[in-house]
């Protein structure tokens, strides 16, 4: 069920912020040029699905269109709940930042591309689910 699919990608989202975060604390806020800085509007049509699928709240506040970056940059960080962020903002890792997690032993940046690869599994599968339960829905609701 894509339900359970969604579940699924949370769950493994949560894990992967978790595992990174002592990297991006120490190296991110330090950074003389952020990511979010370079960039405008993230999402894939698969982000707007999860977002769509997981009923979590959207916490979306455009800071404003004249700004540098992406438009949900506020002044200390990211506007958005984990969640609601594309997930090439979860997948995308520097080598700036690579390297501070590579100095730290050498299996958590493979667990990190494991989990990135296995969310991008559910991803398409999610939306095969979604939708093959759509087709199924509306075929049900045609009078025979
Ligand atoms: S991921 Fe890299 S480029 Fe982005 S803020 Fe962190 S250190 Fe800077
Ligand atoms: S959505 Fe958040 S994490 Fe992603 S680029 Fe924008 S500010 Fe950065």
Redesign the pocket.
């Known amino acids: 069920m894509v339900s359970e699919t969604v579940d699924k990608i949370g769950t493994l989202i949560r894990q992967a912020a978790e595992r990174q975060r002592p990297y ?1 604390e120490r ?2 806020a330090g ?1 003389k ?4 800085e370079r960039v405008h509007y993230l999402y894939t049509e698969k982000d707007i699905l999860y977002l769509r699928l997981s009923g979590l709240k959207q916490t979306w506040r455009r800071e404003g269109f004249m700004k540098k970056g992406c438009w949900f940059l506020g002044p200390s960080g990211c506007s958005l709940d984990l969640h609601s962020r594309p997930f090439i903002c979860h997948s ?3 080598s ?2 690579e390297g501070a997690i590579r100095e730290s032993g050498p299996t958590v940046m493979d667990e990190l591309r494991e989990t990135f690869r296995v969310i991008g599994m559910l991803r398409g599968q999610m939306w095969a689910e979604y939708l093959d339960e759509t087709r199924r829905r509306e075929n049900n609701s045609i009078p025979s």
């Open positions: 991006v190296v991110c950074c040029a952020p990511c979010c995308y890792i520097c700036e930042l």
